[in-house]
């Protein structure tokens, strides 16, 4: 899917953020993205997920941006980049769910409690990992930790110490190559504490 | 809710205190090494009684020599791109290649190189610089063959930044470190600790026994405490590789030689490559050739230990002491890493 857009001078966005100095925010650049893959689908569709998402260039009132998604192998997965003259200003993958009837499929849809513990895994790794631009909100709870993030056995013994902190679980050394995304260790946790109750 | 037994602090709690603190954010910056080693030659200027490289089933001596710079620095940068972050560059004797070793650095810019250091390694291939010392020279003629060992390393890498020796603990020259480190100290120069570790099929008789372990453990001690600023270790150290237990019984080996997985860690991006350029999964680990039961070598120890974080994060004291090894690690391994004082001078019981 290809788009052109030329952000508006007079959106809301840029009104205050900030005064005297507009740049479009991030979010704006996303629900951009999100809008544009919706329209090509025809459907009414909702973001579900985030993943190494990248902000390279600060975006102005009138700038003409050029926005490329593409379908990835796995369902409502798109990775995409949007590009100004040539430069690169954002890319990073994007995940959807269909709005109608969302939670008909029980096994696409998490439990507030693993959610939770999500985005609290994906705060401690940024912390830990100090990774920039991403939120525990954006990140990605699928992406591989070693082969996406990049993070080794050091790092990973750092995170199990510090959510041995937070949830009283110890975390086997031999356990470590099991856990390869902040979903796996989430549901590690969740069945850890489950089974102590 | 019931939760599993804890141990008696959080983590949390152990890095509270300032000092292991300072020493954790020190240590931790150094989380991003990724190892692989290389022999660079299949040559020796001397042949010495159980050497690691000439010793041993994996037939790594008979790799042919890849002499072409061309060919290793694109190895080199393959393994960088692969994420490899430090090199420890090996034998038989790697400073006979030094054009290949000077490939090395300018594509990764850490790493050590081992070496006999009788030929000096030039001073422009800036890695940590390991030099093996078996004894007092006595016993170097007698076990390697080579006359005033350790006057012409001493001579070679004299005011060397570079230098660290790294003694060899067997049976037969226990006794004699006390003179070495005396040697080095008036000279300036830092030594480490090593153990024999016999390789696979060797039943000679540098291979240790309770009774050698107990007394290399006394000698250690002596020495740590009274050549504080020369002696590069720790008490930890100290009972980690003088435990009648070997590392990977105490440790679990994370070497693929040892471990299958091929996940995380040393089992996936560790390979020990041979003069030819090939590895060979089964054999890789720090030392090829070594009997798993028997190694206490250091370079097993710097890597196998560290990894254990997990299990010392404990209690402050066992904590301090992982960090003293950690630190130790590094200030052997990584030129312009300084050693801090060790933060816990009591024995640490090894957490096997």
């Given at each position: ?197 | ?153 001493m001579?070679?890498y004299k005011d ?23 040697l080095l100290a008036k000279g300036g120069q ?163």
């Open positions: 899917m290809n788009a052109r857009v030329t952000t508006d001078r007079d959106s809301p966005w840029f009104s205050g953020h900030f005064p005297e100095d507009p740049i479009l925010p991030g979010i704006g650049l996303l629900n951009m993205v999100a809008d544009c893959i919706a329209a090509a689908k025809e459907e009414t569709i909702v973001m579900a997920g985030l993943g190494r998402v990248k902000f390279r260039k600060i975006v102005r009132p009138g700038e003409q941006l050029d926005i490329l998604a593409t379908s990835d192998n796995k369902r409502d997965q798109y990775t995409f980049r949007i590009t100004s003259g040539g430069q690169d200003v954002c890319s990073g993958i994007m995940r959807f769910t269909p709005q109608e009837n969302p939670q008909v499929n029980n096994s696409e849809v998490m439990s507030n409690e693993i959610s939770q513990t999500i985005t609290r895994i994906a705060a401690i790794i940024i912390d830990e990992l100090k990774l920039e631009d991403v939120t525990p909100e954006t990140f990605d709870a699928d992406l591989d930790l070693v082969d996406e993030v990049g993070i080794d056995s050091m790092d990973l013994a750092t995170i199990a110490l510090v959510l041995r902190d937070e949830y009283g679980i110890r975390i086997d050394e031999d356990d470590y190559p099991k856990l390869t995304t902040v979903r796996i260790i989430a549901e590690y946790i969740d069945n850890k504490l489950k089974s102590s109750e | 809710m019931q939760t599993e037994k804890q141990p008696g602090y959080k983590f949390s709690e152990i890095i509270a205190d300032p000092v292991i603190r300072k020493r954790w954010e020190k240590v931790q910056k150094y989380f991003f090494l990724r190892e692989s080693t290389y022999d660079m030659s299949n040559r020796c200027n001397i042949r010495c009684e159980g050497c690691y490289y000439f010793a041993g089933e994996s037939k790594k001596q008979f790799a042919d020599e890849n002499r072409d710079p061309a060919a290793w620095k694109q190895l080199f940068e393959a393994e960088k791109e692969r994420g490899i972050t430090f090199v420890v560059l090996a034998g038989a004797e790697p400073a006979l290649a030094p054009e290949l070793c000077r490939v090395c650095f300018d594509v990764i810019p850490l790493g050590a190189i081992a070496t006999n250091g009788l030929k000096p390694i030039p001073q422009d291939i800036d890695y940590r610089i390991h030099i093996s010392t078996w004894g007092n020279d006595t016993t170097s003629l007698a076990v390697r063959k080579a006359p005033d060992m350790l006057v012409r390393q001579e070679n060397d930044p570079r230098a660290v020796f790294v003694y060899t603990f067997s049976p037969v020259n226990i006794d004699e470190a006390r003179e070495v480190t005396e830092q030594i480490t600790f090593n153990m024999f570790s016999a390789p696979v099929g060797y039943n000679g008789h540098l291979r240790h026994t309770p009774e050698t372990l107990a007394q290399t453990r006394r000698v250690m001690t002596e020495l740590l405490a009274e050549f504080p600023t020369t002696v590069l270790f720790s008490p930890y150290n100290i009972l980690a590789h003088t435990e009648e237990k070997g590392l990977h019984e105490l440790f679990s080996c994370s070497y693929p030689r040892m471990n299958p997985s091929t996940d995380i860690g040393l089992g996936r991006s560790f390979r020990q490559y041979r003069t030819d350029l090939a590895w060979d999964r089964e054999a890789a680990c720090c030392v090829p050739d070594t009997d798993c039961d028997d190694c206490r070598h250091y370079a097993a120890g710097s890597a196998v230990v560290t990894a254990r974080m997990y299990r010392h994060a404990t209690d402050p004291a066992t904590f301090s002491a992982w960090l003293d090894y950690v630190d130790t690690y590094l200030a052997v391994w990584v030129r312009g890493y300084d050693k801090g004082k060790n933060l816990c001078e009591h024995p640490v019981i090894p957490i096997g």
